[in-house]
Nanobody
């Protein structure tokens, strides 16, 4: 059974940090590009970051560059999104997805269920 499960979302204050986890099962995440996406209520889903299967960052949203990064733990079949210097505008449901390569349409690939991140005082 192919599955991705996100976790780690929480309520944090502006300027704080979170690390989101994306745990894969039923396939080897190291063999796929992994993208992180987010969607705020009433807004379209947007791409945040994408890392190739060779661990090259191939896409950064301008709004998160320098604050967010991706890390892999292939032994755990898990990918992490490290989020620093969080802003209220980062509030959204965050999703991870696995693709053959970065640049595939969002309607393809394997997707998780999402995890809520809320940045507020």
């Amino acid at each position: 059974q192919v599955q991705l499960v996100e976790s780690g979302g929480d309520l944090v204050q502006p300027g704080g940090s979170l690390r989101l986890s994306c745990a894969a099962s039923g396939f080897i995440s190291a063999d796929y590009a992994i993208g992180w996406f987010r969607q705020a209520p009433g807004k379209e889903r947007e791409a945040v970051l994408c890392i190739s299967k060779g661990n090259r960052i191939e896409y950064y949203a301008d709004s998160v560059e320098g604050r967010f990064t991706i890390d892999r733990d292939n032994a755990k079949n898990t990918v992490y999104l490290q989020m620093n210097s969080l802003k209220a505008e980062d509030t959204a449901v965050y999703y991870c997805a696995a693709f053959r390569y970065c640049g595939q349409a969002m309607g393809t690939g394997y997707w998780g269920q999402g995890t809520q991140v809320t940045v507020s005082s």
